[in-house]
C-alpha cells in the first residue's frame, strides 16, 4: 500500500553511463515532482508535473529528462552520468496547485545514486 | 532572492523536554508554510502546515508559530521524545504557485 514508490532503492554506476530511476502514486494525485537532496540534506527541485504537463523546468543540466506516461506515473532518465550527480533522488506527488491550495507533498522513499 | 533557511542546524535535547526548530523565509508572497520530518533513510513526511492568515496552529504534540512581521516561522516539539530524532525541514509556497522552497533543514537529537 506504498502511497509513492521508487525504483531502484540504490544505484551505483560508472561515469558516462545512462540510468533511469522510475516513481509511481496510487493517490490519485494531478502533481509530481523530483527532487535531488546532497550530502548536506539540501533538498532542491529539479522538475515538477501536472497532469503529465511539465510544469517546474529548474536550472538542471539536460542531461536529466523527466517522462510521465501518465498522471500516476514520472521517471527520471539521466544520460552521460558524472560525479557530482551523486545524490539522493525524490519523487514527490501532491493533490493540487493553485485554487485548492492544497500543497502538501507525498515523498517516496528516495533513489540513493552514487556515481564511481 | 527566494529563500528559506535556519537559524540552528542542530539541536540537542533531553528526552522529555521541549523542543524549538527555527525557521526563517524572505519571500513575501509565500502564503502557506510546511514542515517535513525526513528520519534517517526516508523520505521527508509532511508534520504540519499553517497559513499566512493564522499565527498558530497546534498538532498532536506540535505546534506551528507564524510571525509573518519578521519573516519568522518556529515548530515547537512537546515532550520530545526518541522517535521526534530526524531532521526537520520548514518549506514555503503561495497559492497558485507550483513550487514549494524548502529550508536547509535542522537535526534534532533526542538524548535518553
Known amino acids: 500500500d506504498t502511497a509513492v514508490s521508487q525504483t531502484p532503492k540504490y544505484l551505483v554506476t560508472q561515469m558516462g553511463n545512462d540510468k533511469s530511476i522510475k516513481c509511481e502514486q496510487n493517490?490519485?494525485?494531478?502533481?509530481m515532482y523530483w527532487y535531488k537532496q546532497d550530502s548536506k540534506k539540501f533538498l532542491k527541485i529539479m522538475f515538477s508535473y501536472n497532469n503529465k504537463e511539465l510544469i517546474i523546468n529548474e536550472t538542471v543540466p539536460n542531461r536529466f529528462s523527466p517522462k510521465s506516461p501518465d498522471k500516476a506515473h514520472l521517471n527520471l532518465h539521466i544520460n552521460s552520468l558524472e560525479l557530482g550527480d551523486s545524490a539522493v533522488y525524490f519523487c514527490?506527488?501532491?493533490?493540487?496547485?493553485?485554487?485548492?491550495?492544497?500543497?502538501?507533498?507525498?515523498f517516496g522513499p528516495g533513489t540513493r545514486l552514487l556515481v564511481l | 532572492g527566494e529563500s528559506v533557511g535556519l537559524h540552528l542546524p542542530t539541536l540537542s535535547v533531553q528526552e522529555g523536554d521541549n523542543s524549538i526548530i527555527n525557521c526563517a523565509y524572505s519571500n513575501s508572497a509565500s502564503d502557506y508554510f510546511i514542515w517535513y520530518k525526513q528520519e534517517s533513510g526516508k523520505g521527508p513526511q509532511f508534520i504540519i502546515d499553517i497559513r499566512s492568515n493564522m499565527d498558530k496552529r497546534q498538532g498532536q504534540r506540535v505546534t506551528v508559530l507564524l510571525n509573518k512581521t519578521v519573516k519568522h516561522l518556529s515548530l515547537q516539539i512537546a515532550a520530545t521524545q526518541p522517535g521526534d530524532s530526524a531532521v526537520y525541514f520548514c518549506?514555503?509556497?503561495?497559492?497558485?504557485?507550483?513550487?514549494?522552497?524548502f529550508g536547509a533543514g535542522t537535526r534534532l537529537f533526542v538524548k535518553a
Open positions: 518549506a514555503e509556497g503561495h497559492t497558485g504557485g507550483f513550487k514549494t522552497i
Open positions: 514527490a506527488s501532491s493533490q493540487d496547485r493553485g485554487l485548492a491550495g492544497e500543497e502538501t507533498q507525498y
Open positions: 493517490l490519485g494525485h494531478d502533481t
